[in-house]
């Protein structure tokens, strides 16, 4: 038998198996491998539903991606096509017969897992939740309802930034140089910039969860700070395609706020853990403090509680 973690008075809408028949909420190894295929089972149909919906809609999803590349001023750089008719000032190709097939397949999939993205989220969380104490299930709730939002900010700089990063790299070709720029090769960028602007606003992130752990306190979080600030300068700077300080700025004082705020965070959790916290009881891990109620100030404890802290 594989206990889960579970106590008997935490409730959970979708652990598979009642507390009636199963008061301890604990599960066989079997039955562990079952629900993962269950749930693995529930998010690829999840998936292959809004892929579906992304082949369906993938000419208005196409359109939103090539934007970026489609603002770059017509004068910038001879290119191909560039007079050519319609909303685009400039032209990508394809140089394979199945590219496009590929191409519209890999859009679809990836619209699959953005819509989809509630489902198999809460499977997720679901297999994985009976197995963490309260206190991990409030850091869970704390990374995921802070890692969406950060993503999307920013995912959302990176695409207006895009641009920018493009008309830097394309003035670099040489003189009587006809630059022949495909698809795949701007997915690629495209792929790059979203995934360096999400990493760099994950970071704050990274520092609150490194606190709560115990590793990253907020006296070693003021010693760092110039460190720190450099750093996300540097990044920012190094990262970013275009050499304006727009750019740079768009990606390092967004980030900056975010991880003044972490600090600011660290620092009134260090301080609610020196005075509630496991110092007055060193025998007991964080979690344990948790579970048995002692991390509350002496007027909010039941008489369990203050029966044994005293």
């Known amino acids: 038998m594989v206990d889960v973690g579970l106590s008997p008075e ?18 066989p190894l079997m039955e562990h491998i079952r629900e993962l295929r269950n749930r693995v089972i529930k998010i690829a149909i999840a998936v292959a539903v809004g892929s579906v919906i992304g082949w369906l809609g993938y000419k208005h999803v196409w359109n939103f991606i090539e934007q970026p590349f489609c603002r770059l001023p017509v004068g910038s750089r001879e290119i191909p096509g560039q007079h050519h008719a319609g909303s685009c000032a400039q032209q990508l190709y394809v140089n394979g017969i199945f590219d496009a097939f590929f191409l519209k397949l890999q859009i679809s999939i990836a619209v699959g897992v953005i819509i ?14 009976p197995g963490l104490y309260r206190r991990e299930r409030k850091w869970a709730y704390l990374f995921v309802g802070a890692a969406l939002p950060l993503f999307a900010i920013g995912a959302t700089i990176a695409y207006f930034a895009m641009t920018k990063g493009l008309h830097f790299l394309l003035a ?8 022949l720029i495909t698809i795949t090769t701007y997915l690629s960028y495209a792929e790059a910039m ?3 602007f999400a990493i760099a606003f994950e970071l704050p992130l990274v520092f609150v969860l490194l606190n709560l752990a115990g590793v990253l306190t907020h006296a070693r979080f003021r010693r760092w700070r110039r460190m720190i600030i450099f750093g996300i300068f540097a990044f920012a700077a190094v990262f970013t395609p275009s050499p304006d300080p727009l750019s740079m700025l768009l990606l390092a004082v967004p980030c900056l706020v975010f991880v003044e705020a972490a600090e600011v965070f660290a620092w009134i959790h260090d301080r609610r853990k020196a005075r509630y916290g496991s110092l007055e009881f060193p025998g007991l891990s964080h979690e344990e403090v948790a579970e048995y109620g002692l991390d509350k ?3 909010e ?4 509680g203050t029966s044994g802290r005293s």
């Open 10 to 27: 935490d409730g959970h809408p979708d652990l598979g198996l009642t507390h009636r028949s199963n008061p301890e909420a604990r599960m």
């Open 116 to 129: 989809s993205a509630p489902i198999w989220l809460y499977q997720l969380w679901a297999f994985i939740a």
């Open 172 to 179: 670099m070709v040489p003189a009587h140089v006809t630059p």
């Open 194 to 196: 979203l995934a360096i």
């Open 297 to 299: 100030p002496l007027g």
């Open 301 to 304: 404890e039941t008489g369990a």
